[in-house]
């Protein structure tokens, strides 16, 4: 029997392209597919750089039904999908929610629907703290409530997880949701991480654009919070560990580990950092000192949220490796290899 086959939507993204290089390195078949709309092709190349193997892509928007029925009866002999492909900006997302409900919630329909028809019944979805707010007690365990959205993209993930719970009780289909906190950090090859396109709206790659010399001055969004340095505080976590949760994921899924038909889990370290915390420890990894200013809060910003990973790290027998020093420096070697690329 050949390898098994997993089917990675958003594939060349920075969450995507690093599971990729997890899986093909525990021995799957990956297949890749991207509407390449916040991502690029050379994605591709750099993957097989890293693990000698180039994956099967294809390019096309899955909010597009007839072309995801197509691709899934083509590969029925998928083992498992693993559903990145989303946008995932809050702030676009209030002014075009159209556009995030269509692409977000329509493209899980499709793939749901193309799933039942074609006999394909395990899915990893990606999901997000943001469905709990800003949450009543912390660490925030998977059983807090979820709380009204903020913003549409917000929504799109509460949505998403309501139409697995029900879609998995009607149907022979198995999905975990896994909530990702706050994602930073590159592949130690430098190969590849985060390629914001425009202006970046989350934390890190402002840092790092910043001190490369890309942006002039990071704006620190907000000093008057109920935190101990008066920053927001999250709970950042290496993609590399994400990455690895997807693989312990898709197997616990073929090996039918599964409890319950939907499944759902922090990806988080346990620790929070407030934004000054992450500055600090840029500067001293990087030894490059960092120009920013205080500015007003974000509107939509939670004051401070952080993981119990306690379900996670027993149920899955994962847990986050990376700490904080390492996150920003694979985060600040992937910026400089950008900027060599460029010259
Ligand atoms: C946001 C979303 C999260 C989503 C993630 C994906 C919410 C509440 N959060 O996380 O669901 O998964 O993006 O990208 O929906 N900051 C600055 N200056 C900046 C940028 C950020 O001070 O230029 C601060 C923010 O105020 C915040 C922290 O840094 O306190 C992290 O911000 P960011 O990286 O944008 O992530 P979140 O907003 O936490």
Redesign the pocket.
């Known amino acids: 029997m050949g390898n098994k086959k997993i089917l990675v939507t958003g594939g060349t993204g920075f969450i995507g392209s690093h599971t990729v290089v997890e899986l093909q390195q525990h021995g799957y078949d990956v297949v890749i597919i991207d509407n390449l709309s916040n991502s690029t092709i050379e994605v591709l190349d750099n993957i097989a750089k890293i693990t000698g193997i180039v994956p099967v892509f294809e390019q096309f928007d899955l909010a597009d039904a007839d072309r995801t029925t197509d691709f899934l009866h083509r590969h029925s002999d998928i083992s498992g999908i693993i559903h990145f492909a989303a946008f995932?900006?809050?702030g676009e997302s209030m002014e075009k929610p159209l556009h995030y409900y269509r692409n977000n919630v329509q493209s899980l329909i499709n793939l749901l629907e193309g799933m039942k028809n074609n006999g394909i019944t395990n899915l990893v979805f990606s999901s997000?703290?943001?469905?709990y707010?800003q949450p009543d007690e912390l660490p925030v365990t998977e059983k807090a409530p979820i709380k009204p959205a903020?913003?549409p993209?917000?929504n799109t993930?509460q949505m998403c997880e309501d139409i697995l719970k029900f879609t998995t009780m009607a149907h022979p289909i198995h999905a975990i949701a896994l909530r990702?906190?706050?994602?930073?950090g590159a592949h130690h090859t430098s190969l590849i991480g985060e390629l914001p396109l425009g202006v970046?709206?989350?934390?890190?790659?402002?840092?790092t654009q910043t001190a490369i010399g890309q942006r002039s001055c990071?704006?620190?969004?907000?000093n008057d919070y109920n935190t101990p340095d008066g920053?927001?505080?999250?709970d950042?976590i290496h993609v590399v560990d994400i990455a690895k949760a997807h693989v312990v994921a898709v197997e616990r899924m073929l090996n039918g580990k599964c409890k319950l038909d939907l499944e759902i889990f922090n990806l988080g370290t346990g620790i929070g950092y407030?934004?000054m915390d992450?500055i600090n420890a840029f500067e001293k990894v990087s030894g490059e000192k960092l120009n920013y200013k205080i500015?007003p809060?974000?509107p939509?910003?939670?004051e401070m949220?952080w993981a119990d990973t306690r379900f996670a790290n027993e149920e899955l027998g994962w847990k986050a490796e990376k700490n904080v020093d390492e996150m920003m420096l694979a985060a600040w070697n992937w910026e400089k290899a950008l900027a060599a690329k460029k010259i």
Do not use: E, H, M, Q
């Open positions: 995932k900006a809050v997000s703290c943001t469905v707010g903020w913003s993209y917000g993930k990702y906190f706050n994602p930073i970046p709206n989350n934390l890190v790659p402002f840092i990071l704006s620190v969004f907000g920053t927001a505080v999250r950042y407030s934004v992450v500015v809060r974000r939509g910003d939670v949220v």
